[in-house]
C-alpha cells in the first residue's frame, strides 16, 4: 500500500472543526491525531479509486 500525501493544515483543521461542531466539545490530541491518519487514508482510498476507474476507460 502507498504511503499517504501530507496535506495542508486547512484541509486537516476543517474535518476537526466540524467534529468539534457536531459533537459541542473540542477534541483531545489524541482524537485529533486519528482523525487526521483518518482523513489521509480516505483521501488515499478515494485518489487510488479514482486512478482505477480512468484506467479502466
Not at 476543517?14 to 483518518?38: A, F, M, P, S
Amino acid at each position: 500500500m502507498r504511503q499517504p500525501f501530507e496535506y495542508e493544515s486547512p484541509f486537516y483543521q476543517e474535518v476537526i472543526t466540524y467534529l468539534e461542531t457536531k459533537w459541542q466539545r473540542k477534541l483531545t490530541d489524541h482524537e485529533k491525531n486519528v482523525l487526521i491518519e483518518g482523513y489521509r487514508f480516505g483521501r488515499l482510498t478515494e485518489m487510488e479509486n479514482e486512478l482505477k476507474i480512468l484506467e479502466a476507460r
